[in-house]
């Protein structure tokens, strides 16, 4: 059960990236790609990134998982590291009309992370 709740919670993230520079061949191991809070000198800028995950029990878990999502948006394009640029919380509500009268009102939270994929020589 908590295996399938795992597999579950892991794969709920999305990312984009938008090419603003050169790809390279991409990395192979998405983990080598390292999280930096600014970009170093003579860093080669490759695209813009973003990614969001609503999985995870709690801020942290979901934060975690749209990082995870925001290196392997830079590995595909052949960064070896990202530039974190933003971070949002986002919320949002539906209701779901049940039989017999009534509404069921659900909330979740998405975190969201921002970045630039570069590559550092």
Do not use: F, H
């Amino acid at each position: 059960m908590l295996l399938v709740i795992g597999a579950l919670l892991g794969g709920c993230a999305s990312g984009s990236a938008l090419v603003t520079g050169e790809v390279r061949v991409a990395v192979e191991d998405y983990r080598t790609v390292t999280i930096l809070t600014e970009k170093p000198d003579g860093a080669e800028e490759i695209a813009v990134l973003k990614a969001s995950s609503v999985a995870g029990l709690s801020a942290q878990g979901r934060l975690d998982n749209a990082v995870e999502e925001l290196k392997r948006q830079a590995a595909k394009v052949g960064a070896n590291a990202v530039v974190l640029t933003g971070r949002s919380t986002t919320t949002s509500t539906s209701g779901v009309p049940v039989y017999g009268g009534g509404t069921v009102i659900t909330s979740s939270e998405s975190e969201v992370v921002q970045g630039i994929a570069v590559w550092v020589k």
